[in-house]
């Protein structure tokens, strides 16, 4: 790999008129030990190489809104460790998730295969970012989470995910924002648009963070992507619509920087589902405005998402619906089904190539619930009916999700229509399908 960063970095010299490269190499100086330069046993300059890839397709993505030298100040104020491999113990020992140190054994064990993790609740903005070595492996032989170290295009497909998630991060002034672009109301449902800590579980502490947004007027918004946290004392305390809604929007920004930098991604069934609708969301929008909002005023995106409606939802939050419903079925079947849970993925797959009928859809669900009544006593104590209107949209999935994508469109064609033309709004499908949105967060 060593040859093959050296081989670009020249490459990259004779096309930087401007010394980009060496403000960057600048930049990486200054954070001292607390950003690798590349990964153990590569004495190269990696990560001055992934960063000039980063910003500069940015750029050129964002049709010149964003430039490379704004981008590089970024990254330089939000991202505030960067790991190849591992956390370093006596190093990173004080970074937390979940109530653990990140180099604690329990961590490393349950560890993904990379990881962005805010450094300190008081900076919601300062960040750490880890690739993992996926050619570690515990004590017992068992494989650990992790990347190919080793193939120079499974980082950059990574790390280019997880340099989104930092430059997703802004703050804004709170005088450029409406009340419901921080705090937004639907029903029995109160979402946080701007960043609140996910740690806490304590109903209390986001109605305090509810209203001191509201009544704050003068310090500066935090936000995170096209992230929101929904507060609803008839469900639970917090549920996060994070994972599924802002994975797809950041992998498809990392799709795009590789598209520029001439790679294909290695794996491209990564979030295949999420980045569809992203993608979705970024052509009906344009992308070039799209990706600049992204990075410098997401709340841009959740806003007019929030206004658009489908099946008597909004357009954000209908998005979660979707990947909690398949969560939820998977776990389901996990949980009831045992080893035969994988038989049964692969079933609905088949469904997802050739829909069913409804009677065939119902004998399957009946079926089902047969094999898992006779695995587990403790299923006839749940709540079927919830558990049959999952496993039926997610047979028809496909139908779904086709419905929301068309929707996306037909919400950004009307809004985006020119003063003095008139286009017929149409408010969504308002056929309710046979569902409820209470599966939990992934």
């Avoid at 937004?184 to 109160?190: F, I, P």
């Avoid at 994070?242 to 920087?257: A, K, M, P």
Wanted: proline share 3%.
């Amino acid at each position: 790999m060593k040859s093959e960063v050296e081989s670009l970095l020249l490459q990259y010299k004779e096309e930087d008129k401007d010394g980009l490269l060496e403000y960057i190499s600048s930049v990486i100086q200054s954070k001292g030990d607390r950003w690798e330069r590349s990964t153990q046993g590569e004495d190269c300059e990696l990560t001055q190489m992934l960063i000039y890839e980063y910003v500069t397709s940015l750029e050129k993505i964002s049709g010149g809104r964003l430039s490379s030298k704004f981008l590089v100040d970024k990254m330089a104020r939000n991202l505030h460790t960067l790991r190849y491999g591992n956390f370093r113990e006596g190093k990173d020992d004080s970074i937390q998730y979940g109530n653990q140190s990140v180099t604690s054994r329990n961590y490393n064990m349950s560890r993904p295969g990379a990881h962005t993790i805010q450094v300190s609740l008081d900076d919601e903005l300062s960040q750490a970012v880890v690739l993992f070595d996926g050619s570690q492996k515990t004590e017992d032989g068992k494989k650990l989470n992790g990347i190919n170290l080793n193939d120079l295009d499974d980082i950059r497909h990574t790390i280019f995910h997880e340099w989104t998630h930092v430059m997703e991060k802004s703050l804004i002034p709170r005088r450029e924002l409406n009340p419901d672009e921080i705090i937004y109301k639907e029903g029995n449902s109160t979402y946080i648009n701007a960043s609140a800590s996910a740690d806490f579980d304590d109903l209390g502490y986001y109605l305090e963070y509810i209203a001191y947004a509201q009544n704050n007027t003068e310090n500066p918004v935090a936000f995170g992507g096209v992230s929101t946290i929904e507060i609803n004392p008839q469900k639970s305390s917090r549920r996060i619509m994070h994972n599924q809604i802002s994975e797809g929007f950041t992998d498809y920004v990392s799709r795009l920087v590789m598209n520029q930098v001439g790679r294909q991604v290695k794996d491209p069934s990564r979030y295949e589902n999420q980045v569809e609708l992203a993608k979705k969301v970024f052509e009906s929008r344009e992308i070039e405005s799209t990706i600049t909002d992204y990075i410098t005023a997401p709340y841009k995106i959740i806003s007019e998402l929030e206004k658009g409606k489908i099946h008597g939802k909004d357009l954000l939050h209908y998005y979660q619906y979707i990947e909690s419903m398949l969560s939820y079925v998977d776990r389901t079947a996990t949980r009831y089904m045992g080893k035969d849970a994988d038989i049964l993925k692969q079933q609905v797959e088949e469904f997802w190539k050739n829909p069913p009928t409804r009677e065939d859809a119902e004998n399957f669900i009946g079926t089902t619930f047969n094999k898992m009544s006779e695995n587990s006593q403790e299923f006839a104590k749940q709540d079927k009916s919830r558990i049959h209107d999952a496993f039926y949209n997610v047979i028809y999935f496909p139908t779904i999700k086709k419905e929301y994508v068309n929707e996306i469109e037909n919400h950004y064609r009307i809004i985006q229509t020119p003063p003095g033309h008139t286009e017929s709004a149409v408010e969504g499908n308002n056929t309710t399908p046979s569902s409820r949105d209470d599966g939990d967060e992934r």
